[in-house]
């Protein structure tokens, strides 16, 4: 149902896969405690090292497009202020108090004439979609629970980027 509504607005419209976008948000944290330990069999505490970061977070957003192209990695810091370290080339940085994407933010993976994304709070609010529509784009929304078998970031990419993290 959901690829048939795709597929009739894309031909209503005359979409072209180089203008539908799909977007997904992955939040990481600073400080990845491990799960495993070596240590002598039968001690009774055993030490974990961390950063004490393991809390802070950030939020990683991907963007590809129909026809294969990758669009520029955003990183949303959670602060008010944009860090001082130099970020490779090709990263687009924002911040933001909460660390997730908003309405302005949508305007930098909104650029199309189709957007693709999950049903996540944020991409519902009254704000992002009159930001979209300025922008004349369609918001496709993936219908709830069903991310993981029709969000195309989330089966190919996402997975694959936590699991190198």
């Known amino acids: 149902m959901f690829r048939s509504y795709c597929t009739k607005k ?7 896969p180089q203008h539908i976008t799909n977007m997904d948000e992955v939040l990481l944290t600073f400080d ?23 809390k802070s977070c ?35 940085i924002k911040m933001n108090p909460k660390g997730w994407m908003d309405e302005d933010m949508m ?9 693709i994304c999950d049903s996540m709070r944020a991409h519902l609010t009254d704000a992002v979609k009159i930001q979209v529509k300025r922008m004349n784009t369609e918001l496709t929304i993936i219908p ?3 991310t993981k078998e029709l969000q195309p970031l989330d089966i190919g990419m996402n997975r694959s980027f936590k699991a190198k993290v």
Do not use: Y
Request: aromatic share 6%; with cysteine.
């Open 10 to 16: 894309m031909a209503d419209k005359n979409i072209q």
């Open 32 to 54: 990845i405690p491990v799960n495993q330990t070596v240590e002598k069999m039968g001690t009774s505490t055993v030490s974990v090292w961390t950063t004490s970061h393991e």
């Open 58 to 92: 950030f939020t990683v957003v991907l963007a590809c497009q129909a026809d294969g192209q990758k669009l520029l990695p955003m990183v949303i810091f959670k602060r008010k202020t944009l860090p001082k370290e130099k970020f490779p080339a090709g990263v687009i």
């Open 107 to 115: 305007a930098v993976v909104a650029a199309g004439a189709m957007l």
């Open 144 to 146: 709830g629970g069903l």
